[in-house]
């Protein structure tokens, strides 16, 4: 009998070591394919081929592609891809005649924070086709640690509006640090004062991202602030 118990507290320890959380790893893909149009697509993407690893990278490739002005109704990135270039040669077919410069579609990006509870990936791309300018955006994707799925604010922020009063403090803060000289009123298009479609983790806190066009003129390009975790720790579920 005194051989039989220490075995067992092996196999608890066995057990529980093998049941022990572990976190996704991720990969830096590259799209290297010969396109008429200027393409490029560097992304991350997680190891394996658990369940974890499948739902992170399904999620981050619909991720990216939903920032995307595509027509194609595409979940595969290397398909919208390839509509893209594809519908650029029909552009330079039909309108032959014009001196336009190429289309082109970058994608980026990074995993910026991960714990064991959240991932946050930052996504930022770019089109062009044709015109005064491109098209550049950027989403801030929360992710949870365990299952990969899409966590919305929701999901992790208690209180909305007490958490709204707070950002808007911070907000305010961040024009009265800059150098432009802006108030609240250069934003928001005469509207109250609302969060962005984007906020996400870092290592120093909860970044708030409003993208072009969000609440300001294309002038003033990203708006962007930082509420550290000391701060909004009353607010958070999880971290």
């Known amino acids: 009998m005194k051989h039989i118990i220490p075995f067992l507290i092996f196999v608890i320890l066995l057990n529980s070591c093998s049941s022990e959380f572990k976190p996704a790893t991720f990969d830096t893909i590259t799209v290297e394919e010969p396109f008429e149009a200027e393409i490029s697509a560097v992304y991350s993407r997680a190891s394996g081929n658990s369940e974890l690893s499948n739902s992170i990278n399904t999620n981050v490739e619909n991720a990216i592609i939903s920032t995307l002005n595509t027509t194609e109704n595409k979940n595969n990135l290397t398909d919208v891809l390839k509509a893209f270039n594809k519908e650029y040669l029909t552009f330079k077919e039909e ?3 014009l001196d336009e410069p190429a289309w082109e579609l970058h994608i980026e990006t990074e995993l910026v924070y991960q714990s064991e509870a959240v991932i946050t990936i930052v996504i930022s791309t770019y089109e062009f086709k044709g015109g005064a300018h491109g098209n550049d955006k950027i989403k801030l994707l929360n992710l ?4 990969g799925k899409t966590l919305e604010v929701t999901d992790f922020i208690t209180d909305i509006p007490g958490f709204t009063t707070l950002a808007k403090t911070h907000f305010i803060q ?3 640090e800059n150098e432009d000289q802006l108030t609240i009123e250069n934003f928001f298009f005469g509207k109250p004062f609302h969060l962005p479609e984007n906020i996400g983790f870092s290592d120093e806190g909860l970044v708030l991202l409003y993208n ?5 003129s294309y002038d003033l390009g990203y708006t962007e602030f930082m509420i550290p975790f000391g701060e909004i720790e009353p607010y958070l579920k999880m971290n």
Do not use: T
């Open 95 to 97: 309108y032959s005649e």
């Open 144 to 147: 949870d640690a365990k299952s």
């Open 174 to 176: 961040s024009l009265e």
């Open 212 to 216: 072009v066009y969000e609440v300001a």
